[in-house]
């Protein structure tokens, strides 16, 4: 499934937006491993975006509490040519952290996407094993993929899998 594998990577410029019923501790959205990746998760009723990448973490959080009822989350990434990139969170279409990545990666892992938990070795080192959502609090998750896509790598990569 590489094809797949490819959207998940950091190099992309994507939106992501996350609807919550209620605030609860948990992870989002995971892409990667310990090894290299991004994630989006509620910790001690922040939101919270890590990326790391060769030995590198970067890691923003929302400086206010999130709402104790519904809310909209997320985070952009804006990629640069030089495979860097500008990373902004957000709570109810708000700004409230940003940082710059100094480099990303177009692969994370071979394992995708995980919306919900973190199931394989987790991203990041500020919780344990999968860090679930609790039943309910999370309704759904939108990527948007903003940025153009490199049609000859997305070639490559399907035509690795036949």
């Given amino acids: 499934?590489?094809?797949?594998?490819?959207?998940?990577?950091?190099?992309?410029?994507?939106?992501?937006t996350a609807r919550l019923r209620r605030r609860a501790d948990g992870v989002i959205l995971a892409s990667g491993t310990s090894a290299g990746g991004y994630v989006l998760y509620t910790h001690h009723d922040h939101l919270v975006f890590e990326h790391h990448l060769l030995g590198r973490r970067i890691c923003r959080t929302s400086p206010q509490p999130l709402p104790s009822g519904p809310a909209t989350v997320g985070f952009r990434l804006q990629c640069r040519a030089d495979r860097s990139a500008r990373f902004t969170l957000e709570v109810e279409s708000q700004a409230v952290a940003e940082a710059d990545i100094p480099?990303?990666?177009?692969?994370?892992?071979?394992?995708?996407?995980?919306?919900?938990?973190?199931?394989?070795?987790?991203?990041?080192?500020?919780?344990?094993?999968?860090?679930?959502?609790?039943?309910g609090a999370l309704i759904d998750v939108e990527l948007q993929f903003t940025g153009p896509e490199d049609i000859g790598e997305l070639a490559d990569a399907l035509e690795a899998t036949e």
């Fill in 1 to 16: 499934m590489p094809a797949a594998c490819r959207t998940t990577g950091s190099n992309r410029s994507m939106r992501v």
């Fill in 103 to 135: 480099r990303t990666a177009s692969r994370l892992s071979g394992f995708g996407l995980d919306v919900g938990r973190d199931t394989q070795s987790q991203v990041s080192t500020a919780y344990t094993d999968e860090f679930p959502q609790p039943d």
